[in-house]
């Protein structure tokens, strides 16, 4: 079984910056796609950023040259480094990995999830 927990969350304003951390349990990590999704009140779950198991990454446009993801494999972590955050980019954001190969962009072709992390941009 596998289990994801998030951290770093918050209140920032606007053009500030956050870091996001998850720390994954289980065997599969090393070899596993990573990935961040976010969900707004109202809104679906969409994807942020992944991170495959040769560190090839995939963003969103609406985050590509703000955010970056990396992992390290010898600490069962990924991150998010979020800069010049908007205040769009308030949501619930979520860890999440595949098992899959590859650099899934849809939520359900991840298979754990964590508990979700709350950051707030205000204007």
């Known amino acids: 079984q596998v289990q994801l927990v998030e951290s770093g969350g918050g209140l920032v304003q606007a053009g500030g910056s956050l870091r996001l951390s998850c720390a994954a349990s289980g065997r599969t990590f090393g070899s596993s796609t990573m990935g961040w999704f976010r969900q707004a009140p109202g809104k679906e779950r969409e994807f942020v950023a992944s991170i495959n198991w040769s560190l090839r990454t995939r963003y969103t446009d609406s985050v590509k040259g703000r955010f970056t993801i990396s992992r390290d494999n010898a600490k069962n972590t990924v991150s998010l480094q979020m800069d010049s955050l908007k205040p769009e980019d308030t949501a619930a954001y979520y860890c999440?990995?595949?098992?899959?190969?590859?650099?899934?962009?849809?939520?359900?072709?991840?298979?754990?999830w964590g508990q979700g992390t709350q950051v707030t941009v205000s204007s």
């Open positions: 999440a990995l595949s098992v899959r190969g590859g650099l899934p962009t849809v939520a359900n072709l991840y298979d754990y």
